[in-house]
């Protein structure tokens, strides 16, 4: 089976000039490995600059081929796809903008683990509570607790409950600096 032959754009010397303009460094050793190749390396030769196997630089050819430089580049792992769907997000903003119903829900505030446990009596999907916060924070909902409210509170009852300064507290502290010390 014959190598991949490398793209014809791109020659030893602008794939050279292309690795010195780079940031990144596994790029740049990537492109040195591939400029070898092009002034008449072996495979082998460019897998020991490069310090791979001689599979990776074959992976590498067609990546470089495909989309250029650029196409070396390192990129995040796509991981685990979302165990939420849409659906199941639109549910939870639904559940958090009503609200538990105490008689109902059995909680008078949504916790994470009211939540998960909610997502599964639903759904039967299992999720952990940190993924739950994560796709919350995704949704743009923040972990907040309010300091509770009576629901019949008065305005400004507040204001009178509050305690002032009184005047004789305010003469004690001037007369505190003329005691003398013993």
């Not at 089976?1 to 754009?9: C, E, G, Q, T, V």
């Not at 003329?178 to 013993?182: A, D, E, T, Y």
């Given at each position: ?9 791109f020659?030893?010397?602008?794939t050279?000039?292309a ?14 490995a ?41 990129r995040?792992?796509p ?15 639904a ?23 909610r997502l ?53 502290r001037?007369?505190?600096a ?5």
């Open positions: 089976m014959s190598p991949l032959p490398l793209r014809a754009d020659n030893a010397q602008t050279r000039s690795a010195r303009r780079s940031k990144d460094g596994p790029q740049a050793r990537r492109l040195l591939l400029a070898a190749i092009d002034d008449g390396a072996t495979r082998t030769e460019a897998a020991r600059i490069g310090g791979v196997g001689v599979q990776i630089v074959r992976d590498w050819v067609m990546k470089f081929n495909a989309l250029g430089p650029d196409g070396l580049f390192d995040k792992a991981g685990q796809p979302s165990r939420l769907k849409d659906e199941h997000r639109q549910v939870l903003a559940m958090i903008e009503g609200g538990p119903i105490p008689a109902i829900h059995g909680v008078v505030r949504w916790r994470i683990v009211d939540l998960c446990q599964y009596e639903e759904f039967r999907v299992t999720v952990s509570k940190q993924t739950l916060s994560r796709e919350l924070r995704g949704m743009g909902y923040r972990k907040l607790s309010a300091r509770p409210r009576h629901h019949a509170q008065a305005e400004g009852a507040i204001e009178n409950f509050k305690k002032s300064s009184q005047p004789e507290w305010r003469k004690l001037g007369t505190r003329s005691i003398q010390p013993r």
